[in-house]
């Protein structure tokens, strides 16, 4: 047992050995940022439709050259909605392409336990079915820069030199309840940006308040929560499984995040397993200080909901 441990140990992959950074980068800024009476949250319910026509809403006017990229929720292998659907991210990557948009990617970096991402992304099922469709990147082979964010929590964060050579960022999370965080949703997204050795100290003390400052290093221009399901309790790996029957998303983070624990927050109600939620999302500790610090834009108080 001994020698299987330092065996493991001695094999573990570089990126856990140590933190090597390439060069300094300010924080990533969206390209859009919606007047404080026009930020709008989009939402589909239509639980007959199928990911083809749920998808198809979503691809939005950008310039078809721009390079996007995808971050995905590969924490684990564990299947949706532990993590991303391989079916849903093939008919996303497929809306995108019928539009004319090319240059697509995606990338994630796995948890420590987890490692090499390469492996989860086999084990998952994506590596065949992106193949044609998008390039996938592991941001634990991919070199990585600092980012200093001045945060009450945070002081800077080590993330990947990629990220910084996209036109776009996508960031397609899931709906479920969190053992330690209370909820993952399009936020919590950002932990994996983190260069994987940050991440034991993440979980120390104030997590939901780190959360909401790594939003600050890197901002998505666009926020998709696949909720068709949900954790309604546990997670972020394991957790009781219920149908939400629907698809948010919107360029503002913050306000796609707060429909989202609103929906999330029925669910709970629904089932008698509240666990600490409240019905003010901004009695949480994540979306309070998110919105303290502007996540998303620091005039906005409301957001409109379309449905589609």
Known sequence: MLFRRLLRYLNRPAVLRRIVVSGQAK?????????????????????DAGLKDLCSSIAP????????????????????PASTDPEFLVALLDAFRDRGFKNLLVGDCSSMGALPTRKVAYQAGLTNVLRGRARLIYFD?????????????LSSVVVPKEVFEADRIIHLANMKSHALANFS????????????????DLHDEFLQEK?????????PDLTIIDGRQAFVSGGPVKGRVEKANVLLWGENPLAVDVETYRRLYALKKKFACLEGFTQDPFAMRQLKHARQIGVGNKDWQEYNIVEI
Request: positive net charge; proline residues 5%.
């Open 141 to 153: 082979n991919e070199p990585w820069v600092q980012v200093s964010l001045n945060g009450k929590y």
């Open 211 to 219: 959360i909401a400052e790594l939003a600050l290093a890197i901002q």
């Open 61 to 80: 006017a950008w310039e078809k050259t721009e390079r996007i990229l995808i971050k995905i929720n590969l924490n684990t292998a564990d299947a949706y």
């Open 185 to 200: 949703f399009g936020m919590k997204l950002g932990v994996g940006y983190m260069h994987p050795l940050e991440r034991c």
């Open 27 to 47: 924080p990533r800024i969206a390209k859009n940022h919606p007047a404080k009476d026009q930020v709008f949250v989009y939402l589909y319910n239509n639980e």
